[in-house]
């Protein structure tokens, strides 16, 4: 099972950059496809990019299109979101999960502690 950990969080102005990391314990990490999440203060939880388990496929929900990249490197259990020309609605706590599949993004296994992300306009 996929175990994930997410640094890299921060206080960043409206138009900055960041790059989340999600170190990820577990023998089957490299198997499995991973996504990125955010969770808004009274909003719900939502899928913003997923990678497939070889890294080849992605997909980014339509309010991060063009300006959040995520990536993978299997040999060191870690996934990245590069995020860029951040907006104040970028604004939440960001968490990352191990997928049931990249055709099925849902969450198989457990969350980690999430890291916040806040952009001040």
């Known amino acids: 099972q996929v175990q994930p950990v997410e640094s890299g969080g921060g206080l960043v102005q409206a138009g900055g950059s960041l790059r989340l990391s999600c170190a990820a314990s577990?023998?089957?990490?490299?198997?499995?496809?991973m996504g990125w999440f955010r969770q808004a203060p009274g909003k719900e939880r939502k899928l913003v990019a997923a990678?497939?388990?070889?890294?080849?496929?992605?997909y980014y929900a339509d309010s991060v299109k063009g300006r959040f990249t995520i990536s993978r490197d299997n040999a060191k259990n870690t996934v990245y979101l590069q995020m860029n020309s951040l907006k104040p609605e970028d604004t939440a706590v960001y968490y990352c999960?191990?997928?049931?599949?990249?055709?099925?993004?849902?969450?198989?296994?457990?969350w980690g502690q999430g890291t916040q992300v806040t952009v001040s306009s």
């Open positions: 999960a191990a997928l049931v599949t990249f055709a099925i993004p849902e969450v198989f296994g457990s």
């Open positions: 577990g023998r089957t990490f490299s198997s499995r496809a």
């Open positions: 990678i497939s388990w070889s890294g080849y496929s992605t």
